[in-house]
């Protein structure tokens, strides 16, 4: 199987490879143990199949239980189904009342983003969410395994997750930055997809504006993480520490599971 960042995966969103990227000490991220991407709900056969033969060995779900059972994942087979909800709340209106929510205020779509990036870096339900996925990312020390993270469409939970991962794994923030931001182009064509079922409750530049920015990734939102995280602990290893609870130990063992010379 050939290495690539973007994965084959033909029925979802934003499924992608965190291997290859170098870190500061000179290593590399090996290929087939991480895997970012949206939600399995929508997955054909292939599309399980792919992702068995893959070697995906943990399917951790970042969801909230409303949005599971809603869109469950498709079970993939030799795959342990992990449910890491980091926030348990939201995601309970119907889709006319979002329309006529971010219809009326253009700025709302982003202000809300920054409070739920600012929110993934101090909410005690993240914080366990964060230390089940690091504790998975432990276990997972067999060749061919593969660990498999996800929210919905794979670019704020599983975003910031990613971000926190390649942190402990020793890549460079500005590397980090620009896998984060591999998702405005991925989460195009899901945009215009929410916009044409949105367009049925009326249709305006303000809710289309604001589709846009709920949908898809900024700088700002991950700028409201990170600027957060070095208020409140002065920098990312003080945050990986404290509020995650990985010990050196543990940060070097990740290390030791997922990079190679």
């Not at 399980?48 to 970042?62: H, S």
């Not at 995601?91 to 006319?96: F, G, N, P, V």
């Not at 995280?229 to 509020?243: A, P, R, S, T």
Request: charged share 30%; hydrophobic share 35%; net charge neutral.
């Amino acid at each position: 199987m050939n290495n690539k960042r973007l994965l084959d995966v033909k029925n979802g969103y934003n499924f992608r490879e965190l291997g290859g990227y170098l870190t500061k000490d000179g290593r590399t991220i090996k290929w087939n143990k991480l895997i970012r991407s949206g939600e399995l709900s929508e997955l054909s056969k292939a599309d399980q199949e792919y992702l068995t033969d893959y070697g995906v060995k943990y399917d951790v779900d970042l969801r909230s239980d409303l949005e599971r059972k809603n869109a469950a994942d498709k079970n993939l087979a030799k795959t342990s189904f992990i449910p890491n909800p980091i926030f348990n709340t939201g995601h309970d209106k119907t889709d006319e009342e979002y329309a006529k929510q971010y219809s009326i205020n253009p700025n709302l779509g982003t202000k809300n983003m920054i409070l739920s990036y600012q929110s993934m870096v101090t909410e005690e339900s993240a914080k366990k969410a964060f230390r089940k996925l690091f504790d998975t990312l432990l276990k997972n020390d067999q060749d061919n395994s593969s660990v498999l993270f996800h929210c919905a469409q794979g670019k704020d939970r599983t975003g910031l997750s990613a971000a926190f991962i390649l942190f402990a794994l020793g890549v460079s923030e500005n590397n980090i930055r620009q896998d984060y931001l591999i998702s405005k182009e991925q989460m195009k064509p899901y945009v215009q997809l929410k916009i044409n079922e949105y367009s049925k409750y009326g249709m305006n530049d303000i809710l289309k504006n604001n589709l846009s920015n709920l949908y898809s990734v900024d700088e700002k939102y991950f700028d409201a993480a990170m600027n957060t995280i070095k208020k409140e602990y002065g920098n990312v290893v003080n945050f990986l520490h404290e509020f995650i609870g990985l010990s050196d130990r543990e940060i070097t063992k990740l290390r030791d599971i997922y990079l190679t010379n």
